[in-house]
């Protein structure tokens, strides 16, 4: 069990619960780690880490530097927060990302539209989406896809917008 300060042996018995067969050496893995905390602290579930705008969306230097540190998964056991409200928040979310979560682009489209939202609040839905388009060459001409994940993460009420 948890409380939400984390230390690299906890963060890998928390990303166990998301993703199994976690693996630091794969680039698409740590994408998916920046990502899937950053959205635990959009919707309350704060671990301490800062993030800062990146080439692929929210990152965080100290959750990397944790990355690496934490124990091989084999050796880790899955646990759960303390806190009753915090538990029901992430496994809200992860029900949410539950056919997301294991695709990188999609994790860091999703991020970034909220980090986006949240450094740009007085910009429209349109633009959002805009910035996300053209922050990246691998998202070129998928602003419908963008839009429809902008819409989910709006209705979803999990991620705070």
Same mark, same amino acid.
């Given at each position: #069990?948890?409380?939400?300060?984390?230390?690299?042996?906890?963060?890998? @018995? =928390?990303? &166990?619960?998301? /993703?199994?067969?976690?693996?630091?050496?794969?680039?698409?893995?740590?994408?998916?780690?920046?990502?899937?905390?950053?959205? #635990?602290?959009?919707?309350? =579930?704060?671990?301490?880490?800062?993030?800062? $705008?990146?080439? !692929?969306?929210?990152?965080?230097?100290? =959750?990397?530097?944790?990355? +690496?540190? #934490?124990?091989?998964?084999?050796?880790?056991?899955?646990?759960?927060?303390?806190?009753? *409200?915090? *538990? &029901?928040?992430?496994?809200?979310?992860? !029900? +949410?990302?539950?056919? &997301?979560?294991?695709?990188? @682009?999609?994790?860091?489209? %999703?991020?970034?539209?909220?980090?986006?939202?949240?450094? /740009?609040?007085?910009?429209?839905?349109?633009? $959002? %989406?805009?910035?996300?388009?053209?922050?990246?060459?691998?998202? !070129?001409?998928?602003?419908?896809?963008?839009? &429809?994940?902008?819409?989910? =993460?709006?209705?979803?009420? %999990?991620? @705070?917008?």
């Amino acid at each position: #069990m948890i409380n939400n300060i984390m230390n690299p042996t906890q963060l890998a @018995g =928390l990303v &166990k619960r998301a /993703y199994p067969n976690f693996d630091m050496t794969n680039f698409n893995y740590r994408l998916k780690l920046q990502k899937l905390i950053y959205l #635990m602290k959009a919707s309350d =579930l704060n671990l301490g880490y800062n993030f800062r $705008l990146h080439l !692929n969306g929210p990152y965080s230097t100290m =959750l990397s530097r944790d990355g +690496f540190d #934490m124990p091989s998964f084999e050796e880790c056991q899955i646990i759960k927060f303390e806190n009753i *409200e915090s *538990e &029901k928040k992430f496994e809200s979310l992860l !029900n +949410f990302l539950k056919n &997301k979560k294991d695709n990188s @682009g999609i994790m860091e489209i %999703i991020a970034s539209l909220h980090l986006f939202h949240k450094l /740009y609040s007085n910009k429209i839905n349109e633009e $959002l %989406i805009l910035f996300v388009e053209e922050k990246s060459p691998k998202f !070129n001409g998928k602003k419908e896809e963008i839009r &429809k994940l902008l819409d989910e =993460l709006i209705k979803s009420e %999990i991620i @705070g917008w």
